[in-house]
Nanobody
Framework: QVQLVESWGGLVQAGGSLRLSCIASGRTFSSAVAGWFRQAPGKEREFVATITWSGRATHTASSVRGRFTISRDNAKNTVYLQMNSLKPEDTAIYYC???????????????????WGQGTQVTVSS
């Protein structure tokens, strides 16, 4: 089993920045593909960003590209989401996810992931 714990969400004004962290425990995280998703009230869970196990390649949703950056530190079992130039439409619960099964090195669908964190709320005021 793997436990994922997100942190450092919060309330920020439009144009501001936040850096989310997701710490993994229970299994060798360095072998997992990692991803960030978000879900706003009344909407489906939406892909934000994904990163390969090595951290050498990433893929980001077009809605956040150029503003959000995913990274990881396998020595710390942690994946990050740096969010800059935040907009009110970025308001959502943000979830990190880990995938250990074989498949694509970058994954943008929730069904491709094995483990999920509990989520952290990000609220952007206008």
């Amino acid at each position: 089993q793997v436990q994922l714990v997100e942190s450092w969400g919060g309330l920020v004004q439009a144009g501001g920045s936040l850096r989310l962290s997701c710490i993994a425990s229970g299994r060798t995280f360095s072998s997992a593909v990692a991803g960030w998703f978000r879900q706003a009230p009344g909407k489906e869970r939406e892909f934000v960003a994904t990163i390969t196990w090595s951290g050498r390649a990433t893929h980001t949703a077009s809605s956040v590209r150029g503003r959000f950056t995913i990274s990881r530190d396998n020595a710390k079992n942690t994946v990050y989401l740096q969010m800059n130039s935040l907009k009110p439409e970025d308001t959502a619960i943000y979830y990190c996810a880990a995938a250990f099964r074989g498949g694509s090195p970058l994954r943008d669908r929730p069904s491709q992931y094995d483990y999920w964190g509990q989520g952290t709320q990000v609220t952007v005021s206008s």
